[in-house]
């Protein structure tokens, strides 16, 4: 078995003139939880599409779960729940497990104890026997959910799983993930809540104009810390000697250093060197701010 859950390298898609995917190159290890992150028009949907064999590429070639994009017999491993779904919403919770768990080939009791289980996980029980249209967007989401887990999948692609979600929604819906991680599934989840893929993946991918242009292991973080410090003095050679200057002003100096481990080194330094230390203040970057620094300021909204 391959460790690798997805290995692409350089898919395209064009339609027609319009270039959708310029190069997606990337991998996703077996038992992760990979982010894939974009503006508004970067090629995700397409990109998705590509993966799960929906759509063609144009050129490049990539496997899922060891077997070429596309392949028929991998698709009953794979788990997806699209960002805008339609459901047969004049059936109940529990009729809707039962079709999408047919056209896996689950029958009898495992299909109706898989189906209250997965009920019970989302919190659906006591409204299984329900239309779909009467329930809330919550709660059609979470129902979502259910069926994009019905066949015990290798990989699940989630597309925008928390939209419409309170916050103990979300909460559900995190914790779920990372019991899919526990459990060696992998997982492919495409978001705009950054604090939601920030709490939840272990490595992301930023995706700008159709190709990845950036990598991020959420475990190292090698953009390191920011540091604001108030000193007397700015005594920018010593402070070189630590990390990257920044910024600054009126006495008050921002510095990028590698890790927490610089800190109490950067301290000792000032106050050794005759420097007045009147406040350290460090700061980790949020995956936001990467975020705006990775797409640029020629980036427009969505």
Not at 135 to 153: C, D, F, I, W
Not at 273 to 280: D, I
Request: proline share 4%.
């Amino acid at each position: 078995m391959t460790a690798l859950a997805i290995e692409t390298h350089g898919l395209r898609k064009r339609f027609g003139e319009k270039l959708a995917v310029a190069d997606l190159s990337l991998t996703l290890k077996r038992g992760e939880v990979f982010g894939f992150l974009g503006p508004n028009g970067a090629g995700k949907t397409t990109s998705l599409k590509m993966l799960l064999g929906l759509i063609e590429p144009t050129a490049g070639s990539g496997t899922l779960l060891g077997r070429p994009i596309g392949d028929r017999v991998t698709r009953g491993r794979v788990g997806f729940l699209p960002e805008h779904f339609r459901f047969q919403d004049w059936l109940t919770g529990r009729e809707l497990l039962r079709f999408h768990g047919k056209l896996f080939g689950l029958r009898g009791r495992a299909l109706e104890a898989r189906a209250d289980q997965l009920l019970a996980r989302v919190d659906l029980l006591d409204a299984a026997d329900r239309p779909i249209n009467g329930y809330s967007k919550g709660m059609t989401q979470r129902v979502g959910l259910a069926q994009a887990l019905l066949n015990e999948p290798d990989i699940v692609f989630l597309d925008e799983p928390t939209s419409g979600l309170d916050p103990l929604g979300r909460l559900l819906v995190r914790d779920l993930i990372r019991e899919l991680r526990d459990g060696g599934t992998s997982v492919f989840l495409n978001s705009h809540l950054l604090g939601e893929v920030e709490a939840t993946c272990d490595r992301v991918v930023f995706v700008k104009q159709g190709r990845v242009v950036h990598e991020l292991d959420m475990a190292v973080r090698t953009h390191g810390l920011e540091v604001e410090l108030r000193v007397d003095g700015v005594p920018e050679r010593l402070l070189a000697e630590h990390g990257t200057l920044l910024a600054h002003a009126d006495g008050v100096v921002r510095l990028r250093v590698a890790d927490e481990e610089a800190l109490p080194r950067l301290a000792e330094a000032l106050v050794r060197s005759g420097t007045r230390l009147y406040g350290m203040t460090a700061h980790r970057r949020s995956l936001e701010e990467t975020f705006l620094a990775v797409m640029g300021e020629d980036q427009r909204p969505g």
